[in-house]
């Protein structure tokens, strides 16, 4: 019921023309005003506020398995009759569902950082040469990451159904994170006397493009190959951080992409539990995915930049630095191993490529 | 001053970082997990509820099975970490919670369940982490 309050709300009466007043106007219907699946909803925040994970109830919280509707219905909405199909590729739960998206896209909005004011651009300092361009060098093929994680990302959210919101959503702030992440890392190059250097060979990256097939599969090489290498790579560039503003945003970034894991990771879990035929497709995309990760880990650039990075410079490149390049290769190795055991993929370390196994493990340039 | 560990300097800490609004942006914000911490032979559990660690609280060893994950080191490494806090205000270069994991061949974080869901919430969770330790620099410890 309107209160006193609400009433002063109401626009003024217009003052109208005689010739306005004789414009007939037709009665209103307001037939639409009692059509609702479902009315009186009211939902409570909890202890986290108002979330979007709270707000499935009663019929709003019925996720259905195969979603047919191919509008834009929002779920729990009446759906329009007579609407044109959208080219909706993806309409099975099974196809993209992971149970955490909607705690994670809380996360996402909460824990937002932005690289213009968050990180204090004013603690960098001058860095030898070698240094700085090998910072600047690995930086360009972070931004490069990002530019197709948006890329990829965004290519496939418009081929979900609408049904599956709580996972567009999620989705969506990805694609924000992996533009911040561009814009970071574009900032580092740009701000310390440096510039961006090399793009990278691309082998996964075009991989991850061409993925046509399903976003199972797409998901299966964003996240055990490239986000999972990413993320390590991170972690290893912010234990050898030259300053707090490259720590800073290793650190957001860490976060950032541990979302996208977990939702890959999530999803994969809940596509194998509940179609186990996806596995033979999942474990072919790994095989793929690996031998392109091969191809891209034998172009010396990123792997020297790192080393001179993790080195202190040229000269500890060549042995702590390279050192410290495989150390990394082996942490990645077992943490995808550890997804997959996870995952209960059948994966042994034998067949990880030789590149990622210590003891077959030779690259360009080793005695 | 306060001992570590003990429930008294996790409640120490824990005021700190509850009232400080600069803890909360920038990457943190509200962080919700259960947090086991393991030194040497005594065994903590911090709730961590939107902005705040709501609670600390003295566990057995067999209640790390209700922690999303746990960090465990022996008491000298957590007084090396903590001194460096105490010495430089926050965590510097090896004694970060992200470089300790990385360093130590048997990491720093982990879990009874290998739930990796839940284990993964020390990464979603970092910068919230480490400014909760990173706080321990403003209390006078002993040990």
Redesign the interface.
């Known amino acids: 019921m309107a209160s006193k309050r609400d009433a002063k709300r109401v626009r003024p009466a217009l003052t109208l023309s005689k010739e306005d007043l004789e414009v007939e106007v037709p009665e209103p219907r307001l037939n639409w005003m009692n059509q609702w699946r479902e009315w009186g909803v009211r939902v409570k925040p909890g202890p986290k506020g108002l979330t979007l994970g709270s707000l499935n109830v009663g019929i709003y919280g019925e996720i259905p398995t195969q979603w047919l509707d191919r509008s834009r219905n929002p779920r729990g909405a009446i759906g329009a009759t007579g609407t044109p199909p959208v080219a909706i590729q993806l309409r099975d739960k099974v196809d993209l569902w992971a149970p955490c998206a909607a705690d994670l896209y809380e996360e996402a909005i909460q824990r937002r950082w932005a690289p213009a004011t968050d990180v204090d651009w004013s603690q960098l300092h001058p860095l030898p040469d070698d240094i700085e361009r090998a910072i600047c060098q690995v930086c360009t093929e972070l931004c490069q990451y990002a530019i197709i994680d948006v890329e990829l990302i965004t290519s496939w959210q418009h081929q979900m159904a609408y049904g599956y919101h709580e996972v567009k959503q999620f989705l969506a702030t990805t694609s924000l994170d992996a533009t911040r992440r561009h814009e970071a890392f574009r900032k580092r190059a740009l701000s310390n006397g440096g510039g961006l250097g090399y793009e990278g060979p691309c082998q996964v990256s075009r991989l991850l493009l061409e993925s046509r097939g399903g976003w199972t599969e797409t998901v299966t090489g964003l996240v055990l190959i490239r986000g999972l290498f990413t993320q390590v790579m991170i972690r290893y560039l912010n234990r050898f951080a030259y300053s707090g503003v490259e720590r800073k945003i290793y650190e957001c970034v860490t976060q950032d992409l541990a979302r996208l894991l977990t939702y890959g990771l999530e999803h994969l879990k809940f596509a194998l539990a509940h179609a186990p035929d996806k596995l033979g497709s999942i474990a072919s995309t790994l095989f793929i995915g690996f031998r392109s990760l091969s191809r891209d880990l034998r172009d010396p650039v990123l792997r020297e930049a790192l080393a001179i990075i993790f080195g202190g410079g040229i000269a500890g490149a060549r042995t702590e630095g390279m050192y410290v390049v495989y150390e990394m290769l082996d942490e990645f190795a077992a943490e995808f191993m550890q997804a997959s055991k996870y995952l209960r993929l059948p994966v042994t370390e034998e067949q990880l490529p030789t590149i990622l196994r210590k003891d077959t493990r030779k690259m360009p340039g080793d005695e | 001053m306060a001992k570590f560990p003990s429930v008294a300097w996790f409640d120490a800490v824990r005021d700190i970082y509850n009232t400080d609004d600069e803890l909360r942006?920038?990457?943190?914000?509200?962080c919700?997990c259960t947090l086991g911490v393991q030194v040497g032979r005594e065994f903590f559990q911090l709730t961590f509820?939107?902005f705040e660690c709501s609670a600390a609280e003295k566990i057995t060893k067999g209640k790390l099975d209700d922690c999303d994950f746990y960090l465990h080191m022996p008491a000298k490494d957590w007084r090396t970490m903590l001194s460096n806090i105490r010495q430089n205000g926050h965590a510097t270069?090896?004694q970060?919670l992200?470089?300790l994991d990385?360093?130590r061949p048997e990491g720093l974080s982990t879990s009874t369940h290998?739930d990796?869901?839940r284990e993964?919430m020390f990464?979603?969770?970092?910068?919230t982490l480490?400014f909760f330790f990173n706080a321990s620099a403003r209390i006078n410890t002993t040990y």
């Open positions: 942006g920038a990457g943190s914000g509200t919700n509820e939107g270069y090896n970060t992200n470089t990385l360093d290998n990796q869901y993964d990464f979603r969770y970092n910068q480490q």
